[in-house]
């Protein structure tokens, strides 16, 4: 996959329910190595054949920073908008899930993010991505709050955003 991209290939967004930015592209900021052990795990699951990582050079463009009080602020407002969209149909609530610590399936934090990101496409100026920290991993220190595998996480909702990608290594 690797190769393709580096050949022009385009990037083909998440609509993972579970991925908790949001549908779009994927980044680690600044973190090959994690991200090729990603790789590596996708590879011993039977996900991927050969583990690979690429590079971007990323225009954030207007970015909702979820590391910024503002961003989370309001998707603290829309939250109650969001639960009343559920009671409203009888359905229960999304659920984060997946084996602790980490709880990756992210399944409320997508879906709550789309959410808001979908009634802001609609009104005002759409966001080109969103940003946050991703809490991974195990603690470097027991009763720490500092996780081994944490890192920043972006996810690309414009395509153009993405100016040019490179091998890291």
Sequence with gaps: MADRLLRGERFQ????????????????????????????????????????????????????????????????????????GYQAKSAPLPVNGGKAPDHKLRRLDCALVNFY??????GSTPYDSVRGAFHEGDPVLDGSKIFRETHIQLVVRRPGCIRGVFRPY
């Design 117 to 122: 990101l979908d009634q802001l496409d609609q």
């Design 13 to 84: 967004p998440s609509e993972n329910d579970y991925d908790w930015l949001g549908r779009g592209i994927y980044f680690w900021e600044y973190g090959p190595d994690r991200a090729l052990r990603f790789a590596q795990e996708q590879k011993e699951l039977g996900k991927i054949a050969e583990p690979s990582v690429v590079g971007a050079i990323i225009s954030l463009g207007n970015c909702f920073d979820l590391m910024d009080t503002r961003a989370t602020e309001e998707l603290g407002v829309c939250a109650d908008m969001f639960r009343a």
